[in-house]
Structure formats: structure tokens, C-alpha cells
């Protein structure tokens, strides 16, 4: 199983970013997809994540109305458009899948199972 991150970068405040999360070895619509992020010393968390059989989706209050989760089945991939971005969004951002989750989406990243390897996001005031 691989979860490919990228589509980070640096932008300033108010810009926007795209990422992307390519899937290989499973298949997305099987597992709750969601994003984490890390700013320096400070713990992972949990930004946005959607489970596809009953299109359930969870944000993180300090994204919700800013970012938007979203996939293309046929390229087993799960988008993470990030508008409105703030200095404080700055971190690495990473993909996981949680197995065994019928409907709901995790929100603690002891819950998933496979990960990526995280992208950069920097966002400059």
C-alpha cells in the first residue's frame, strides 16, 4: 500500500493550495480517507476526512468553510482544496486510510492505518 502526497507549497496568506493523495494497493472507496497535519512541535491533527460509501464528512472547526475533501475514483485519489490560508495552516500536511469503518470517519490518527509521507505547506503573512 501506497499513499503519495504532494501539492504542497509556499503561499501567502489568503492564497490557496490544492493536494493530492494517489492511492495505490487499495482502493479509496473501501476506507475512510482523511488528512492530518503537523505544525513544528506540535502534535498531528486532524484536518478533514470523508468516508465514500455514505459520503460522510468530518472537518476540523479551524478549516470548515475553508477547505474542501474530494476524490476522483478513477485515478484513486482524494483531493484537499485549501483556500483561504493562514499562517497558522502552515505544516506538513499527510494522507491516511483507516480500515474497518463502515460509514463513520476517524478522527484521531491512532484510527488509520496507512500513510503517506506528507507534504510541506507554508504559508507566508
Known amino acids: 500500500v501506497q499513499l503519495q502526497a504532494s501539492g504542497g507549497g509556499l503561499v501567502q496568506a489568503g492564497g490557496s493550495l490544492r493536494l493530492s493523495c494517489a492511492a495505490s494497493?487499495?482502493?479509496?472507496?473501501?476506507?475512510?480517507m482523511g488528512w492530518f497535519r503537523q505544525a513544528p512541535g506540535k502534535e498531528r491533527e486532524f484536518v478533514a476526512g470523508i468516508h465514500w460509501s455514505r459520503g460522510n464528512i468530518n472537518y476540523a472547526d479551524s478549516v470548515k468553510g475553508r477547505f474542501t475533501i474530494s476524490r476522483d475514483s478513477a485515478k484513486n485519489t482524494v483531493f484537499l482544496q485549501m483556500n483561504g490560508l493562514k499562517p497558522e495552516d502552515t505544516a506538513v500536511y499527510y494522507c491516511?486510510?483507516?480500515?474497518?469503518?463502515?460509514?463513520?470517519?476517524?478522527?484521531?490518527?491512532?484510527?488509520?492505518?496507512?500513510w503517506g509521507q506528507g507534504t510541506l505547506v507554508t504559508v507566508s503573512s
Open positions: 494497493g487499495l482502493w479509496i472507496s473501501r476506507y475512510a
Open positions: 491516511a486510510a483507516a480500515a474497518g469503518y463502515q460509514a463513520s470517519v476517524p478522527v484521531t490518527s491512532r484510527a488509520y492505518d496507512y
